[in-house]
């Protein structure tokens, strides 16, 4: 039998787990979970478990929610809006979570050492919206192939299929993509908003998906550990997931499984010779646009600038290609940093662009940055 983990991982465990916990104070579930677990070394130890690079405090969240999904019985589950339908109720839930973590340790375990967590945040469509529009700005004529990296179920790429609303303060709200959707994204824009008004998102022809691990909705389990990875105090998170869920898979985009470093170049040809019989045009008319939202972090950092070299010679014929990267500070490459002081302590989510015309590369770019999942949104395009 395995032994436990080394105790300098719990420990490094226990340091990530009150770090989340300090940084959503508003989270009355997990909050109060990565307290707790922060605090015991037998819950931490759960998390210890994860593959190299995995092992942090939403992974444990995401197995404890999937836990309690397949078995709504258990004691912990009452805490849990997913399973109940109410908000979360009055009182500590940590010694019935931490009860119910202990008493099912090697279910949690399996889970912990073989999954990773997927972006699934449907929400997060309200700033790819307004950064893949900024993008097409040069090119609004041009059909685009949309490739997402690290896509889980491809949920994002049907933004445009959505209402995607952005409020700047005291202003009407500008609303991109489908206003009759009955999927709805919004961001309140806390500062900038110039030339949000302005915005118009492209023609989008052909979707394409890349993931080790691509979810097929048709997989029931699969489909559950995506809702696991939702976070189930957040209102609206799961109704908006589960419309989204409905509404893309009438018309699903294309999900490769391998590699995002890889297997991006041969994934973005192919989109593109795709998108170009779809739309009618001659090949060279195409714009591929790539793009990921708090993928590229789960990349090792030495690989990530690997992915423009890629794109760069996608590029080299002098067809369109742009990037566009919603990621933590310091993530993609090739971007300026943002200002110190406009950093939040949440996670800021840098909205980026590298973007290739003619075969030459322009320059990085900051349009603005967001909460991770777009409660706000700070739109700055330079001049």
């Known amino acids: 039998m395995e032994g436990p983990p080394p105790a300098d991982e719990v420990t490094r465990v226990q340091g990530r787990l009150a770090e989340f916990a300090r940084s959503y104070p508003e989270l009355a579930l997990y ?25 942090r405090p939403v992974l444990l969240l995401a197995a404890l929610h999937d836990l309690v999904l397949r078995r709504p019985e258990l004691a912990a589950a009452r805490w849990y809006p997913s399973v109940t339908g109410g908000p979360v ?37 309200a700033y790819l919206a307004p950064l893949l529009a900024e993008a097409c700005a040069d090119l609004p004529d041009a059909p685009v192939a949309l490739v997402e990296l690290g896509c889980s179920a491809g949920l994002l790429m049907g933004l445009d299929r ?78 908006r997931f589960r419309a989204a ?18 297997d991006v170049g041969p ?27 708090w993928a590229l972090t789960y990349v090792a950092r030495e690989r990530r600038a690997e992915v423009a070299g890629a794109l760069a010679d996608l590029a080299a014929d002098g067809r369109p290609v742009s990037w566009l990267t919603a990621e933590p500070p310091g993530c993609a490459p090739g971007l300026p940093p943002i200002p ?32 991770p999942h777009a409660e706000w949104l700070h739109w700055q395009p330079p001049p």
Not at 31 to 55: K, M, N, S, T, W
Request: net charge negative.
């Open 31 to 55: 909050r109060r979970i990565c307290e707790g677990a922060a605090a015991d070394d037998e819950v931490a130890a759960l998390l210890a478990r994860a593959a190299p690079g995995q092992a």
């Open 89 to 125: 109720p009055a009182g500590d839930p940590w010694p019935e979570v931490r009860a119910t973590a202990l008493a099912h340790a090697s279910e949690l375990r399996e889970v912990i050492a073989t999954r990773s967590t997927q972006t699934n945040e449907v929400n997060r469509a």
């Open 162 to 239: 959505y209402r995607v609303e952005l409020a700047p303060p005291g202003e009407g709200p500008v609303v991109l993509g489908d206003p009759s959707s009955p999927v709805r994204c919004r961001a309140g824009v806390r500062a900038g908003g110039a030339g949000l008004v302005d915005l118009r998102l492209p023609r989008v022809v052909e979707r394409v998906g890349l993931d080790r691990s691509p979810v097929a909705f048709a997989d029931r389990d699969a489909r559950r550990w995506l809702e696991a990875c939702l976070w189930p105090d957040v209102p609206g998170r799961l109704e």
């Open 245 to 262: 869920v409905e509404l893309v898979t009438t018309d699903p985009p294309d999900l490769v499984a391998g590699d995002m470093v890889d």
């Open 267 to 293: 994934v973005g040809r192919a989109a593109r010779a795709i998108a170009a019989a779809t739309a009618g045009t001659a090949p060279e008319e195409v714009h591929l646009v790539v793009m990921s939202s």
């Open 340 to 371: 110190d002081d406009d950093a939040d302590p949440v996670g800021t989510t840098v909205l980026g662009a590298r973007r290739w015309r003619r075969g030459v590369e322009r320059e990085g770019t900051v349009w603005g940055w967001a909460h």
